[in-house]
């Protein structure tokens, strides 16, 4: 939906003992006012009567004005917005919002969303949302480690290494196929194994992750990051961009990550030591995460919380986006944080 704004040109002629006026209408200024809204439909297919699943939808600002989304609509149970309105769109940029599905009973659901804007030049839309509610056993995990491993994270990857055979003997005991995952990053991002999500034995075994916890732990796990390894803030975004990317997670799994950091983070065209660029903005993690169908738990410090477990820009954390928890990393370090998070995910009967 494009509209262009032109103006008019007055010219006074004056020769050969006569003046003409002429007037003539050329574009002086040309603005165009356009967005996209992805998806055009949202399904959220099965989901389990005790549980909730959130989705995302992102306004796209295609225009060179900007707009504001002034009031987004929705008919009721069991869907609901997770976003206050209005918010405004700055051209060439997004907003993404998140839309919960709790069914509650066995069935099929179906309502719609609907967007209002200004200028009022531009329509109103309408995205279709659909979901089943159903019941049944818990589903597999799909559990993916997201871990800062720059030096003054020393105590908290020990400590959180310590936990995870508990982590593991905690919901193989609970009856749950749990395959496992690691990303690490500090200024760059690295995501092991090539993305593969492992059973616990090759997890272990096959990408030597023991090694690598370990070494991360004292800021040694390889030359090239070690004379980087004292800075701040990291590269959390872009982490957690190719986590939820590049990972392959199983169909009809849980999908958590659980991150842990210590530092803050920056957005495009910020570059971290090492000409390290930023890739990803804030709402593009966002997006990601919630496209990718992963839950965040995120062991973070207070002084991290922006982002994470509090609004950014006054949009919406990552955690409450995605429906996930959050965790004082000193309460890490202590071992009760942890425990709490283990009691979760085991407790926890909600998936895909």
């Known amino acids: 939906m494009k509209f262009r704004i032109f103006g008019a040109l007055s010219l006074l002629l004056a020769g050969c003992g006569e003046e003409k006026l002429l007037e003539a209408k050329i574009p002086v200024e040309q603005r165009t006012v356009d967005l996209q809204v992805v998806p055009t439909a949202v399904e959220f297919g099965a989901v389990n009567i005790a549980c909730t699943k959130v989705a995302a939808i992102n306004v796209i600002n295609t225009g060179t004005v900007s707009i504001e989304l002034a009031q987004v609509t929705i008919g009721g149970a069991p869907f609901l917005l997770l976003t206050d309105f209005p918010k405004k769109v700055q051209p060439g940029r997004s907003f993404d919002f998140g839309v919960q599905f709790a069914p509650g009973e066995i069935g099929n659901y179906a309502d719609a969303a609907t967007f209002t804007f200004d200028p009022p030049e531009l329509e109103t839309q309408t995205v279709p949302l659909g979901g089943e509610g159903i019941a049944g056993p818990p589903p597999p995990l799909d559990l993916v480690f997201v871990i800062d491993v720059s030096t003054t994270m020393g105590a908290e990857i020990n400590a959180l290494y310590q936990s995870v055979d508990t982590l593991l003997d905690h919901v193989t005991d609970a009856g749950l196929d749990v395959h496992l995952g690691l990303t690490t990053y500090v ?138 928890t959050y965790h004082d990393i000193l309460g890490v370090v202590a071992g009760q944080s942890l425990d709490e998070m283990l009691n979760y995910l085991v407790d926890d009967p909600c998936g895909l």
């Open 187 to 324: 200024n760059d991002v690295i995501v092991h194994g090539n993305g593969a999500v492992l059973p616990r034995s090759d997890f272990f075994s096959e990408l030597e992750t023991q090694l690598e916890w370990q070494n991360a732990a004292w800021g040694i796990r390889d030359s090239q990051r070690q004379a980087d390894n004292w800075d701040m803030p990291e590269n959390l975004l872009d982490a957690l961009y190719r986590t939820a990317d590049e990972f392959a997670f199983r169909t009809h799994v849980k999908r958590y990550l659980v991150l842990m950091t210590d530092d803050t983070f920056m957005e495009p065209p910020a570059v971290y030591t090492g000409d390290n660029p930023a890739l990803y903005r804030y709402d593009q993690a966002a997006v990601k995460l919630l496209q990718a169908g992963v839950v965040l738990h995120s062991i973070h410090s207070l002084t991290s919380a922006a982002g994470l477990s509090e609004p950014y820009n006054s949009t919406p954390s990552l955690v409450d986006m995605t429906g996930g």
